[in-house]
């Protein structure tokens, strides 16, 4: 099974181009405006521009309101939209566009409940679970609550890094995987190409 590579939370042309360097399927543009990553829309949508048809455009919103999330489409061209707060299925499906449901595990997950509810997602995301924070808190779960099985695609995150993705990949066997400050320097939001480059040859060795 070919393991999909996201890398989120992109905020310079720079560590773009080395997303699409290295190889990754998808790039993630964070508009949640809490978060040491939020980038501002005019720059988003240069970079989305710059990266058309290498990867997948994936944009991330956190409880937003409807307007906010068509304020960003008018302006950026995105593929994917990402929800990582406490969205209905149907706010996330309203848009007419392609989108993945991010859940925070703490404890085992009523995937038949969840299949249900978000049928018509491309994917669910799994992350960690901290009090207060939505995501990207580079904190990994427990590894032993990941579904058996699910009728719906999978992306593990939630502490990733170059170190651990691979025996991530094959213990779990995810659809994907989706990494942010596990491929970043000292500076949240700035990428190391180093790291993202490691982090998608581990990837793709741990799935060969």
């Given amino acids: 099974m070919t ?55 994936v944009g991330l919103f956190v409880d937003p309101a409807p307007d906010e999330v068509r304020r960003v489409l008018e302006a950026v ?30 404890e085992p997950l009523d995937m038949a ?13 799994l992350d960690a679970f901290v009090p207060g924070q939505p995501g990207g808190t580079g904190q990994r779960f427990d590894w032993s609550l990941w579904p058996a099985g699910s009728a719906l695609p999978l992306v593990l ?3 990733l890094t170059p170190d651990n993705v691979a025996e991530a990949i094959t213990r779990l066997a995810p659809w994907g995987v989706d990494v942010s400050g596990g491929v970043e320097g ?16 581990e990837v793709k060795r741990a799935r060969s």
């Fill in 3 to 57: 393991t999909r590579i996201k890398i989120c939370g992109i905020t310079r042309d720079a560590d773009a181009d080395a997303v699409v360097t290295a190889g990754a399927d998808a790039l993630g543009l964070n508009f949640a405006p809490r978060s040491p990553r939020c980038v501002a829309v005019d720059v988003a949508a240069r970079i989305a521009d710059r990266v058309a048809g290498a990867v997948t455009r």
């Fill in 77 to 106: 061209p995105l593929d994917v939209l990402q929800f990582h707060g406490d969205e209905t299925p149907e706010f996330c499906g309203s848009f007419g566009m392609p989108y993945m449901k991010a859940l925070r595990v703490r």
């Fill in 113 to 125: 409940d969840l299949e249900r509810r978000f049928a018509d997602a491309c994917c669910l995301l």
């Fill in 157 to 159: 995150a939630g502490g």
């Fill in 186 to 201: 000292p500076c949240k939001g700035q990428k190391d190409p180093q790291r993202i480059e490691a982090f998608v040859r």
